[in-house]
């Protein structure tokens, strides 16, 4: 270890409460830094793997707000608007698709059990196909009678396959086929209804808050999307990337201003830094005479001075993160809990490049504060300093 | 060695001028020991600042083995002061956190020379400290402290150690530890000037001087 270092060292330790919270200052905003720069990341990528995963290149839905369809298709809210029955019909009869499956989502109570279930009626059919990525433990429905539960929706219930889910207003008594493996996202809140069952249970019959679609030949996307709304009125096509954008740009002031919340904290840390170095450097300014008389020159001064300055943003900067990232759970499971729709997955997780990035960072504002620190103490008049 | 001719130091003090130093001629040779003896805000400091070369007389010469360092910069003055001069403090400016072997050590941190363990040793050794090297400032009494500060303005091998009251803070019996040390490193050829209130141990200086009122009295 360099002897400026050393000394910069002991000298934080004289005052190691004050040093100690300093440094947790700091820890905090590169903390927050860390979890919101990481959830972005994760955030992009889960969004991007969770449509993926959704096997559908587009959705047809009423006519309307994008961002609305973009929460109906991840499930986050409930379009009281339909589809003309109509519209299956000629989507079907479109050449190029390979796949086409009406959803109706909705709210549902349930005077019985005195709760609101969300239903999501979709073809059972094809429901490998619009989530490739589900464990499910029983079996997908093969009856209209069936239903599929999500993870939450089971564990709340304490419901197994093969016992009876009571949500009988029209009389109709339900039975869990299959209870879907914990996804992490809001799937885990649905109750997954064959789309007849649906359509009755809201009398609703033949009715679709959107379908979705694969296509044969993605490269003909265009073209066939281009057909469908020619010869539909009423609907609009939205793909799924045009749902990722809308979520994107929804998530996207949300980022923002959390970023600028993490850039006030990151400053009122920096002010903190300054302080404690200034303060450091006032009870230290006879030894800082001292110093200059055997030998030390400005740059001396300012060199040790500057070194505490990274000492401490530096430490800051590795507990912030250490903090962070045995945090990570609580923070993904507040974020969960308010923001509208959160891909499934682990949303911060350790990424060398932002964890570097965000101590780099954190170390350029420990060195910009502790700039003026160390001009002032490198300005110490050595004769003044020593009389006291 | 050292030759200061007609040095004047005046400072404000607010709207006041003081004049510290009125035209003070002082020659300082090898192995010398000098006592500045003198009233309180006689200008004793201000003589040992200059010639320290920590402080730029007004007036005047300060001629160090004939090189006039009022011509000096900044860095000049602090290689200068690095190479040739130790200081001793009333205070002794030990810093807490740093050991008594890093504490002697500290001025080789600025000189830019390794801390050997046989050199702080050897000083340690001449200070009467070799068994206290890992002990912290707080752990030793105020004589052990100043024969830290001793060894530390030593431990860059200067021509002229200047001690300002260095028995100040300490009781008879530590004071004249301390006066019977620096006596034995003038002895051994190092020019030492002291800054005492105490006149028996200035009388048995090899040469005292009395400062009053910015003069000094031979």
Not at chain 2, 95 to 116: E, H, R, T
Request: charged content about 20%; overall charge negative; some cysteine.
């Amino acid at each position: 270890m360099s002897g400026y270092l050393k000394l910069a060292g002991k000298n934080l330790l004289r005052h190691r409460t004050r040093s100690a919270l300093t440094m947790l200052g700091i820890a905090a905003s590169v903390g927050v830094l860390f979890s919101v720069l990481s959830f972005n990341k994760g955030f992009s990528e889960g969004l991007a793997v969770e449509l993926e995963r959704t096997g559908l290149h587009f959705m047809v839905v009423p006519s309307g707000c994008a961002h609305e369809v973009a929460a109906l298709v991840l499930h986050g809210a409930v379009i009281p608007k339909f589809l003309d029955t109509k519209v299956m019909e000629h989507v079907t009869a479109t050449a190029g698709i390979d796949l086409a499956t009406p959803i109706l989502v909705a709210q549902l109570p349930d005077p019985q059990r005195g709760e609101i279930d969300l239903i999501y009626g979709v073809d059972m059919s094809a429901l490998s196909a619009i989530k490739p990525g589900w464990e499910i433990t029983g079996k997908i429905p093969e009856h209209d009678n069936e239903i599929l539960l999500g993870y939450e929706v089971a564990q709340h219930e304490k419901l197994q396959p093969g016992d009876r889910f009571s949500s009988s207003s029209d009389g109709i008594n339900l039975v869990v086929a299959g209870i879907v493996g914990l996804t992490g996202s809001q799937d885990d809140a649905f109750v997954y209804l064959p789309i007849k069952t649906a359509q009755k249970l809201l009398d609703h019959p033949a009715a679709a808050t959107a379908i979705g679609v694969k296509v044969k030949d993605p490269t003909r996307m265009v073209e066939i999307t281009e057909a469908l709304t020619a010869a539909v009125p009423g609907i609009q096509i939205v793909t799924m990337g045009e749902v990722m954008n809308s979520i994107s740009n929804l998530a996207a002031s949300a980022r923002a201003l959390s970023l600028a919340i993490v850039l006030i904290a990151i400053l009122i840390s920096a002010v903190g830094v300054m302080n404690s170095i200034l303060m450091a450097v006032f009870e230290r300014t006879q030894e800082i005479g001292m110093m200059r008389a055997v030998g030390a020159s400005r740059r001396d001064i300012f060199r040790i001075i500057l070194e505490e300055t990274t000492i401490l943003s530096l430490s800051g900067g590795l507990v912030g993160i250490l903090i962070s990232i045995l945090g990570s759970r609580m923070i993904e499971a507040f974020v969960r809990s308010v923001m509208p729709f959160v891909p499934s997955g682990n949303l911060i997780s350790f990424d060398p490049g932002v964890a570097a990035g965000s101590v780099l960072f954190i170390f350029v504002i420990g060195l910009c504060a502790g700039i003026y620190p160390a001009l002032k103490a490198s300005k110490i008049n050595p004769v003044e300093a020593i009389k006291g | 060695m050292i030759e200061l001719k007609h040095i004047e130091k005046s400072y404000h003090r607010g709207a006041e001028e003081v004049r510290a130093l009125r035209g003070v001629d002082l020659s300082i040779v090898a192995g010398e020991l000098l006592a500045i003896i003198g009233p309180s805000g006689a200008g004793k400091t201000t003589l040992l600042h200059i010639l320290g070369c920590l402080d730029q007389p007004s007036k005047g010469e300060v001629l160090f083995d004939g090189v006039n360092t009022s011509n000096m910069s900044e860095s000049e003055l602090v290689q200068l002061r690095r190479e040739k001069i130790g200081f001793v403090f009333q205070q002794f400016y030990l810093i807490p956190g740093l050991s008594v072997f890093d504490n002697i050590a500290l001025p080789l941190l600025f000189s830019k020379k390794q801390a050997s363990r046989s050199k702080i040793m050897a000083l340690a050794e001449m200070v009467g400290l070799e068994h206290r090297l890992d002990h912290a400032p707080a752990q030793l009494s105020g004589g052990e402290m100043q024969r830290t500060a001793i060894a530390r303005g030593l431990v860059n091998d200067p021509e002229i150690l200047l001690a300002d009251e260095p028995t100040g803070n300490l009781d008879s019996e530590n004071s004249d530890k301390i006066y019977s040390l620096l006596r034995s490193l003038s002895q051994n050829g190092l020019a030492t000037v002291m800054i005492t209130h105490n006149t028996e141990l200035a009388a048995r200086a090899q040469r005292t001087v009395q400062i009053r009122d910015g003069l000094v009295h031979s």
